[in-house]
C-alpha cells in the first residue's frame, strides 16, 4: 500500500513535443505529491509539486494533473527542450507525522531528441 | 542559494569495512534523511531525523546502520560492516520541518563495496 506505480520506464520524444509521465498509488492518507528531476550523478531537485485539493497546477512548462478519485497523477512537460533529458520520479508522502518520508516511485528516462 | 553537501562523493570500501557518510543539512532545517538509490534503480527511504533522535527507520535500516547529528551541523550514516549489497548511492536530506515543505536532497555519496 506504500508504493508508487510510474510508467513509463522510458521516454522519448522530439524537441517541441509534450512529454506525460503517470503515476498511481494505493494509500489515501497520502496528502503530498511532488515530482523530482534528477541528472546523472546528481541528487533529485523538487520540480513541482501538488496536494490533493486540486487537480491541477501549473509551474511554466511543466503541469500537474491529479485525479483523486482514480488515485493517479501525472507530469506534462510541454514543448520538451534536449535540456529536460533527465530521470524523473513522482513522489507521495503523508503530513502531519514526524517523517513525511517520500515515497518514490521507480522512476521515467526522459530523452528528448533535437 | 543554500545546499545540502555531502561527503565524500564517492568512496570504495571493502567489504566488512565500517564506513561513514557526511552530510551537512541546510543550517535551518530540523527534519533529516538518508535515502538509498542502487543503480538503475528507485530512491528508497532508510532513515528520519528529528530533534536528535530517529523518527523512523526503514526495514533495511537494520543494526549495521546508524545515524548520528555529532555538533549541530553534520548528520551521519554509518555503516558498521558492509556488505556488497550496500553498493548505491546514498542521498541526504533535509526540510524545515513547517508542513510538507520541500526537501532539499545533496548531490549523493557513490559507494563501493568490494
Known amino acids: 500500500q506504500q508504493q508508487v506505480k510510474q510508467s513509463p520506464q522510458s521516454l522519448i520524444v522530439q524537441k517541441g513535443g509534450i512529454s506525460i509521465i503517470n503515476c498511481a498509488y494505493e494509500n489515501t492518507a497520502f496528502d503530498y505529491f511532488p515530482w523530482y528531476q534528477q541528472f546523472p550523478g546528481k541528487g533529485p531537485a523538487l520540480l513541482i509539486a501538488?496536494?490533493?485539493?486540486?487537480s491541477e497546477k501549473k509551474e511554466g512548462r511543466f503541469t500537474i494533473s491529479f485525479n483523486k478519485s482514480a488515485k493517479q497523477f501525472s507530469l506534462h512537460i510541454m514543448d520538451s527542450q534536449p535540456g529536460d533529458s533527465a530521470t524523473y520520479f513522482c513522489?507521495?508522502?503523508?503530513?502531519?507525522?514526524?517523517?513525511?518520508?517520500?515515497?518514490f516511485g521507480t522512476g521515467t528516462l526522459l530523452a528528448v531528441q533535437p | 542559494e543554500p545546499e545540502v553537501t555531502q561527503t565524500p562523493s564517492h568512496q570504495v570500501t571493502q567489504m566488512g569495512q565500517e564506513v561513514i557518510l557526511r552530510c551537512v543539512p541546510i543550517?535551518?532545517?530540523?527534519?533529516f534523511y538518508w535515502y538509498r538509490q542502487i543503480l538503475g534503480q528507485k530512491v528508497e527511504f532508510l532513515v528520519s531525523?528529528?530533534?536528535?533522535?530517529?523518527?523512523?527507520k526503514s526495514e533495511i535500516f537494520d543494526d549495521q546502520f546508524s545515524v548520528e547529528r555529532p555538533d549541530g551541523s553534520n548528520f551521519t550514516l554509518k555503516i558498521r560492516s558492509t556488505k556488497l549489497e550496500d553498493s548505491a548511492m546514498y542521498f541526504c536530506?533535509?526540510?524545515?520541518?513547517?508542513?510538507?515543505?520541500?526537501?532539499?536532497f545533496g548531490q549523493g555519496t557513490r559507494l563501493t563495496v568490494v
Open positions: 531525523f528529528y530533534n536528535n533522535e530517529i523518527s523512523e
Open positions: 536530506a533535509s526540510r524545515t520541518g513547517i508542513g510538507n515543505t520541500e526537501a532539499f
Open positions: 501538488i496536494r490533493p485539493d486540486v
Open positions: 513522489a507521495a508522502s503523508t503530513s502531519g507525522g514526524a517523517t513525511n518520508k517520500l515515497i
Open positions: 543550517s535551518n532545517h530540523l527534519y
